[in-house]
């Protein structure tokens, strides 16, 4: 206070370029940097935000900005005041950010990254970290796009100053691809996650965690492009590996198990995804208590697998306690809440309690668009879930007119050939059908076969699964002999890639047989029922 007041008096008296004025103003500077950095080590960084701003407004106008002449001491006290306040930004960013506030964490996030730029230039180490972060605010906030294209610009930066094998490029090329998987470019992500594994094969050799990592990521996009049988075969081995190296309870073990538990579900092997699943939550509920995070999400797993078991009651009271956790350490409008809240709505769905499921979805979809708006992926999400409870509740028009909004806002977001779009899609032909609109509907899934056949290749499942649909709307129009035709196919498909033994093949069966009997080939039809 007493070298503002020493400043404002020289300033008057001898005007704002007097050496005596400039030497109290240094003083204002100086004590303004040293009662921020104190808030900073407080971690009271609100407060660390307004003395570093002033000081660096204050800097500013009495020395100039960077590129004019001024002393070494100015020139330090400016650069000292600038560096901490986008420190101060990053670090109130990343508080946000921990506790699920995203959109308040990318604000300050984009502050940091603005002030470093000015302050330190485009390409040193604190601007590209500040760059990171708030590529990581725009992944969570579902600016998928915006966070590939700062990545990208990253990744170019740091290749001009570090070796292809360096970490931090390693790290940003992985994050790169996973922008891409978010984006439905599956084909893209696999390709770089490869290029890494190959990387850290080379330099650091088939057992290092960060190579068994690399392999991890190239297990979970098979997943994603449903190459169920060669993504289960590498995360076999992850899990093994992380067993060997990282021992049981390490966080990457645990996590390769769940993506195998996931694998295994996909396959129909729902005791052995169950089995996996349990051990999992258990590990979890040792390591990092029953209030983690990373807790609640294997509790819904669990919860998933008691489901694909047709154990509805089970899954219902899991759901019921992982959204009980998730509002006591997250409160009701943080994502991972409403997720569980939506998990739970399914399960009042499996139950058959409609109105339940709906009441849920309604207040979970007006949460999102709240918390969120209304183009974030989890709000559409929230839409074409509401569209499904809406059908069985047989209020098929108000599911048509909400599932038509959710896939043009798709669309518009993600691009057509997404994955989520493609899901959205799915469900839009179902309400089609729903409402009589029976040629709309064979229209809609024929644009959505030749797609994921173009994203996805034929044999994947939920190519098949599209095949499978179409083969229902087809009889829905009368056309058996085209029915039979392509349900054959399904059925050959789904044995090859899933095995007799999947429910998913197991229910083709049923339903080709029933088909044989329309065309009248009941010899074949009694053939595959005794089958």
Do not use: C
Request: proline content about 2%; charged content about 25%.
């Amino acid at each position: 206070v007493e070298f503002q007041q020493a400043w404002a008096i020289s300033k008057n008296q001898l005007g704002e370029n007097d050496p005596k004025t400039k030497e109290n103003a240094a003083w204002v500077v100086a004590t303004l940097n040293i009662k921020g950095e104190a808030s900073y080590k407080a971690k009271d960084y609100t407060n660390a935000i307004v003395d570093f701003q002033n000081a660096w407004d204050l800097s500013k106008k009495q020395f100039g900005e960077m590129n004019s002449p001024k002393t070494t001491y100015q020139t330090s006290l400016i650069t000292r005041a600038g560096t901490w306040l986008a420190s101060s930004y990053r670090a109130k960013g990343q508080e946000l950010y921990n506790k699920g506030n995203y959109q308040e964490a990318s604000i300050d996030f984009q502050k940091a990254l603005e002030i470093a730029k000015i302050q330190l230039g485009d390409e040193d180490p604190k601007t590209l970290l500040n760059a990171a972060w708030l590529a990581s605010a725009y992944h969570e906030i579902g600016q998928y796009r915006d966070a590939l294209n700062l990545n990208q610009s990253i990744l170019e930066t740091r290749s001009r100053q570090l070796p292809d094998s360096h970490d931090d490029i390693l790290l940003t090329k992985s994050r790169i691809a996973s922008n891409y998987g978010l984006l439905g470019n599956y084909q893209e992500a696999l390709k770089i996650n490869e290029e890494i594994y190959l990387t850290r094969k080379k330099t650091l050799g088939d057992k290092d965690p960060k190579t068994i990592q690399a392999l991890h990521n190239i297990g979970t996009n098979y997943l994603r492009l449903g190459k169920l049988k060669e993504g289960l075969e590498i995360e076999i081995k992850v899990t093994e590996l992380n067993k060997e190296i990282l021992g049981i309870k390490n966080k990457s073990t645990i996590n390769s198990m769940a993506v195998l538990a996931t694998l295994n579900d996909k396959l129909g092997n729902y005791e052995k995804s169950v089995k996996l699943r349990e051990e999992v939550l258990s590990l979890r509920q040792e390591i990092f208590g029953e209030s983690n995070p990373a807790t609640h999400t294997a509790m819904g797993d669990l919860a998933q697998s008691y489901t694909s078991l047709g154990r509805y009651a089970d899954a219902l009271l899991l759901n019921e306690k992982t959204l009980k956790l998730r509002l006591e350490t997250l409160g009701p409008s943080h994502l991972y809440t409403l997720t569980s809240k939506g998990n739970l709505a399914i399960s009042y769905t499996n139950l058959g309690r409609y109105n339940e499921s709906a009441n849920l979805s309604e207040q979970i979809l007006s949460q999102s668009i709240d918390s969120f708006g209304v183009t974030h992926p989890f709000t559409l999400n929230a839409m074409s879930n509401l569209a499904a409870v809406y059908q069985h509740q047989n209020r098929n028009k108000e599911s048509l007119e909400l599932i038509k909004k959710a896939y043009e806002l798709r669309v518009e977001t993600l691009g057509a050939k997404h994955n989520q779009t493609l899901e959205t899609m799915a469900i839009l032909a179902t309400a089609y059908n729903r409402n009589g609109a029976n040629e709309k509907a064979l229209e809609t899934q024929n644009d959505l076969l030749k797609l994921r056949i173009e994203v996805l290749g034929e044999k994947n499942p939920l190519t098949i699964q599209t095949m499978s649909g179409i083969a229902n709307t087809l009889g829905l129009l009368g056309r058996t002999n085209e029915q039979l035709e392509l349900r054959k196919k399904v059925y050959a498909i789904r044995r090859e890639v899933l095995g007799d033994t999947h429910p998913n093949t197991l229910q083709i069966i049923d339903q080709l047989s029933r088909t044989y009997q329309k065309a009248n080939d009941i010899p074949m039809a009694a053939s595959l029922s005794s089958a």
